[in-house]
T-cell receptor
Framework: DGGITQSPKYLFRKEGQNVTLSCEQNLNHDAMYWYRQDPGQGLRLIYYSQIVNDFQKGDIAEGYSVSREKKESFPLTVTSAQKNPTAFYLC?????????????FGSGTRLTVV | DAKTTQPNSMESNEEEPVHLPCNHSTISGTDYIHWYRQLPSQGPEYVIHGLTSNVNNRMASLAIAEDRKSSTLILHRATLRDAAVYYCILTVWQAGTALIFGKGTTLSVSS
């Protein structure tokens, strides 16, 4: 079955460390997105990519970095510059015309700073 | 981005219909209306979307006002599994548009 795989499901990070969250899709979708969700809040857009080797900042990109070297993969690095990284991170993908075909989400990675 | 307004919470009884409202008075002619729902500790799930006409699928129905300034998501028979946060989102008819989420409506379903 096609879908989005996020790994790991749970991740613990020490302060000052960079960590990378994985997002892989086999839906042949052109666009991919990263969101952050804090408890009791809606999702906030971090980065998105419409095509390979291109990506744009979302509303809260500071302290994060991404790459899009393959169509199927869009990893997110949470750097030590992100002051409050503990959150639930969600990856999504869509055909280029997401507004028409809809968006598919992964099951998320819960990151905790210890 | 055009904004939406939803009630913070709603309650329903199992097997009864549920009407979830969404106001979007500043919607433009090219904005699609999307509904997603999120169960606890899971990623959002697509429910339904439409542009001008009412839409039906196996999960729900979407009723869009004639002036498009409001819409209603209809769950025909609520089940306990429908308890979730429901998000009404407008998307611009433009390549690479991302979903921009508000706080949504938390639906509780009682047996």
């Amino acid at each position: 079955d096609g879908g989005i795989t996020q790994s790991p499901k749970y991740l613990f990070r020490k302060e000052g460390q960079n960590v990378t969250l994985s997002c892989e899709q086999n839906l042949n979708h052109d666009a991919m997105y990263w969101y952050r969700q804090d408890p009791g809040q809606g999702l906030r857009l971090i980065y998105y990519s419409q095509i390979v080797n291109d990506f744009q900042k979302g509303d809260i990109a500071e302290g994060y970095s991404v790459s899009r070297e393959k169509k199927e993969s869009f990893p997110l690095t949470v750097t030590s510059a992100q002051k409050n990284p503990t959150a639930f991170y969600l990856c999504a993908s869509s055909m280029g015309q997401g507004w028409y075909y809809g968006y598919t989400f992964g099951s998320g990675t819960r990151l905790t700073v210890v | 981005d055009a904004k939406t307004t939803q009630p913070n919470s709603m309650e329903s009884n199992e097997e009864e219909p549920v009407h979830l409202p969404c106001n979007h008075s500043t919607i433009s002619g090219t904005d699609y209306i999307h509904w997603y729902r999120q169960l606890p500790s899971q990623g959002p799930e697509y429910v339904i979307h439409g542009l001008t006409s009412n839409v039906n699928n196996r999960m729900a129905s979407l009723a869009i006002a004639e002036d498009r300034k409001s819409s209603t998501l209809i769950l025909h028979r609520a089940t306990l599994r429908d308890a979730a946060v429901y998000y009404c989102i407008l998307t611009v008819w433009q390549a690479g548009t991302a979903l921009i989420f508000g706080k949504g409506t938390t639906l509780s379903v009682s047996s």
